[in-house]
């Protein structure tokens, strides 16, 4: 099986990371194809670089023309799922949604752990139209930006006040809430004696189950293949 | 006051038509301004269309140095109202929810008449986030393209047929679902016996009354400010 | 164009207040009316003095015969709002809804501080009939009867408190829970730096909106003309 | 135990119906007495009437000065139910949440029949503040006004007619909608096969289980005792 | 009237427990018989206790001969409520729902004090799937198992300092969570001055009410007769 | 990976056929072991089946000794699954939420096709306790009872027509409602150009996914492991 990762950001390096937290998850015969988008925001942390990010990313996906059988999309809470699900034929999970899924399967509400305040309503929205929002206890940040998750112990420790937070709030499972947390299920999980969910490696996991199960995106609805029509993507400056 | 009303595709006529729209509606001193983006899709229908449209009306939106009081996104159930608040400092706002704020003050359910089928959970979402879904009763398409919508008398039978599906399902109040549908309010009103709300001068009206009132977007939540970083708004190829 | 605004109690200086509060946001047309039911509470301050308003208020507007075009019932939280539509033919905005809307369009989550906790039910209720409640974080009250408003400098921290703890709720937005209040929006917005909305001051301008745009009451549903009966307005005692 | 019921409009005759509904569900030991407001509507269809309803219901208890141990307030969707309780020191039951109540214990969902189109959102909001709504799969309106109730015939085959559509929508219990239709429930409970319950017997045998219990409304929160104040109950023209 | 009264597990006492709390509310001429189940868990205190016990009451029902004329299921929270309404021909009443319908009629919001945190799910479930959790505040546990209610004092002192914690949630009436807490509701009610509903009691005044009213389980959807089939409900171990 | 399938009811055949369709979703190195209550429900259909199932399933499992890694719950909403989670240290995976989680990522809304009418409610509330209805649009019945299910064409059929009414219920995905469906997903798939989910297999692929990422049931809310007390499990009749 091939996988398809997108990045949301252009900052090489996470791409890199989010591969490697997908090669993890992956079972032996799938291969991890990491993209990262050619413009849009450094990092997203916020609507408008969620919309920037949007658009780049799609952009991206339809100007790939590699072999793939899913798609794996690595922006926790951030714009364009329901894009490539009608621009593509493959399957596509999005890593808020997948580990979501998971979560519940784990305990009766689950929390996730964010970067910034700035993000939650996004991750909320999110959740609640991939159908998973009802046992959502709490979204809590930890007020780390993207790009200061690179510091482990200071992540770390972040962490781990957020999720006090959130297990006051009720959850009896935790979600990384961003791309960038990945790897940190291990650290921290053990500390807090709770589950944790890492959604690249949630969203793998899901994509090569609807790849087995020769499962893709209903073309009956919503999703149905996008109308032919003139679009420019690119800003004529 | 001075308003700029941005489109959400690239289609100068319907840029025009909505001006023309939004000038009817508008109080004798205030001026109004259309913007067209440079790229984008054509027309809007569907999720792909809107996420690339919500990029481009946001670089739209940056790139534009006159001055103004308000913005008005024009683009019925579209993404990228959230981004343009964190980017600006005047309000903004969308036509979805101006018309679904009025709706509510005049009866106690009101039916959204929109193009296809295929937008009809975007504006769902987009009712639901700007917190007016609770009193709609349905969304209904008539199965229409935005760039059908020139055939006028086609427009207002296929707008009746839905409306009286929109009435069956509760509606006491009809929202025009589409900024190309501006100006049928007059002629579909009359027939139906109800009141039949534009969100192009409703929202003109909400921007103007928000203007008045000294009024604009909170800084202290999720619409703060973007944090400052490298973003690309452009394809490098 | 002639606004009517309805003080809910039978207190003339509280309708003045009220009055200068409507004359400051309405348009340079607009003429403003206040009337003061001659019957009912004093103060509306719970369920039975809500209820004893809404038959007092609604006697008042039956009676009045001058010319107008728009009624604003200036009762925060109070009943009656939805027989003033079945009995008028003009547009009818309650304050509450009205405050409710224009905060919508401010921030993503807003929050109502009102007089005293007895009022909160109420103040939920017409918020969530009014369609408006989806986004509201919490109504907080402070701790003071509507004639206790008179003592501006004791309002003004009482509110600040309210306000610190309708934030730390999520609300980015405030609403002023009470007619009386109408003036503080000015005092308070700037030191919390966050935008603050009077409901006399929102409804004046919806209802200068929905005149201009030649909007009125749907008479297809609930909101039908009342059916002709036997009605008696006043106690034979 | 001595129950007070309170006919919603000034019909003697409905009183008289009333009292007779209540006394063959009463238990051996309880006296029934009947109320009629001397001002107010002559039968309650909307929101107009309902609120004059409230206002003079309210008066005419406040008036009462016979001892008695509990209220039944008989008025299906009419407001007044909360003032009631804040005025008075012994229970409040209202026929439309007694209804449901018992509904709720006899199937999964249940379904109103009400007299007009017109009392549907009056009904819905009053069982949902009620806390009741959650399992109601439809009201449906038998289209009969509340005076037309005296045709015995005509209102069983309207009330049939009707049933089947809530039965459609997923009702497997059914709740007389209306004072009105009491005694009803015997004669169409069988031809329907489906338990019908009555609001009046329901409201008596719940407030003769709270006296047993010796249990009153809560003064802790919004239903506290009425502030001391000046409160003007009859219009001084 | 005669009730059967089924204790959810296993210890004779408490059923005992059980059934003087019935007889004290129990009308004159109603006969209280309390059932142990021969099978099931010493006390049921979370998901598989509450499975087994819901088998164990189910069989201990379909085995009784005796004459009855309505099920009070004595297991706050607890599973089999659905399956004893298909089985039987008479009402069945539940303490859990039986409990929150009466604190419906007496406060706007209410809160349900239980024994240990694990079972709040399962409470929160029944309340919901029973159509009346929506004005329930808060379920909140005192800390102490089933057996370990029998120590008067210090259930006595963890029901007020869980009680604090409903009402600061907003609960104006509190719910008695557990069969074996029958008979706390007059110590700590007027400690606490508010309304305190035993659900032992309020389930016998409500099949006592059905019984009257000539009331029992709709046979037309889910509650349909159990189809004839193989059913074995012993361990052939 | 070893994963246990439990089938809801004593008909050994129908255990064999989940095995089956459990096998063809499996990755290579996963082994699938049947298990068939000893005691039980030769068919689950209905509250009552439902509640004596989950009591035999739950003893079924507590009596195997043999390794497992997860464990799959093949009862299409039937009760037990949160008992297995407090009683066992693996994962455990219902199919009913299963084949949900998988559908949420095919298309905005699914539906489910069950067996009876009578199962609805039972699978509306499982499919909310495990957080997944948000986007479920209808449960619609095919009318055939489980075991009636072994006629393929019928079957076929009736799905058919169920089907169509889901799709116009807003379903752009369907799931198979019951165990004893498996396999039918290719068959109808195809004809109905939609997306179809079987639970077995889905579950098969959660449970996989769930062992290869090391994650498992939390303990720290709910799902605690139960507390150490008598309990008997078999009739003592």
Redesign the interface.
Known sequence: MRILVTNCN?TRSMTEEIVRGAEA?A?PGTAITGLTP??????A????????S???V??TLR?YDGPYDAVVMAGFGE??R??A???LDT???DIT?AAA??A??????YGVITTL??T???IE?SL????????CAAVVSAGL?VLDLRDERRTTEAFLTAAARA?DA?A??LVLGCAGMTGLQRTVGERL???V??GV??AV??A???I??G??????????R??P?????????
Chains 1, 2, 3, 4, 5, 6 share one sequence.
């Open positions: 252009t998850a079972a050619g413009w849009g925001p450094e990092s942390e916020g609507w408008l670089d969620s919309y920037l949007a658009a780049a799609l952009d100007g714009h364009g329901e894009g699900r009608e621009l399957p596509v999970v949604e899924h998971l519940c399967l784990l305990g009766r509400r305040d700035r939650r309503d996004q929205d609640r139209t991939a159908g998973v929002d009802r046992n930006g297990r009720g009896e499972v004696g709770m589950p969910v890492d490696g949630a996991k899901l090569e189950s609807l087995t199960l499962l893709t995106t209903s073309r009956t609805g919503g999703y149905a996008p109308l029509k003139r679009r420019s993507w690119a800003s004529p400056g």
